[in-house]
């Protein structure tokens, strides 16, 4: 009978932190490719322009005026998912109608005034002060809500409504479903490490994700 190999045999591998099994087909990445291969289209941007809603010193469309900003600016999201006010939801005794409010906040970061940059091609002083911003953000919202997430939707593929460098801050009242299960479940994983490490995980979605662990230094 022929031997299992991992590298040429599917089979599926389990993530602890999710608790679940993650199918993997290594043989397929041989398999000869004759289907659709897109060029991005090269941009053209001003450094400047005086219709976009995030430019600085522009008017957005609820009618509030960006200020002159030089570095990185941060507004709430004139269109926020969560609002921080939403009243409670009525009970339900029925298990295929629950409901359950939800509150929190959607701030907008612009990385900075140039239009025409995206965040790769700033300065390093810039990054440093986005990164700042970040940690600041994080600490504040952090304050009032169990989950912060900073992140960026890049081009219009992936919803993306304004090519002005700009990335999104959210915080809510709950942790979202895979942040609540890897929050159970990798408890079971961090009393057995030291006070930090990074895993290089063996049951990855994607060719390479790599994990920070970490726990409270009680030494």
Known sequence: MTQFNPVDHPHRRYNPLTGQWILVSPHRAKRPWQGAQETPAKQVLPAHDPDCFLCAGNVRVTGDKNPDYTGTYVFT????????????????????????????????????????????????????????????????????????????????????????????IWANS????????????????????????WWIMFSASWQTVAVPLSKPNTG
């Open 77 to 168: 999201n004139d269109f926020a998912a969560l609002m921080s006010d939403t009243p409670d939801a009525p009970e339900s005794n029925d298990p295929l109608m629950r409901c359950q409010s939800a509150r929190g906040t959607s701030r907008v970061i612009c990385f900075s005034p140039d239009h025409s940059k995206t965040l790769p091609e700033l300065s390093v002083a810039a990054l440093t002060e986005i990164v700042k911003t970040w940690q600041e953000q994080t600490a504040e919202l952090g304050k009032t809500y169990p989950w912060v997430q900073v992140f960026e939707n890049k081009g219009a593929a992936m919803g993306c409504s304004n090519p002005h460098p700009h990335g999104q």
């Open 174 to 197: 709950f942790l979202p479903n895979e942040a609540e299960r890897e929050d159970r479940l990798q408890k079971n994983i961090l009393p057995n490490r030291n006070h930090q490490c």
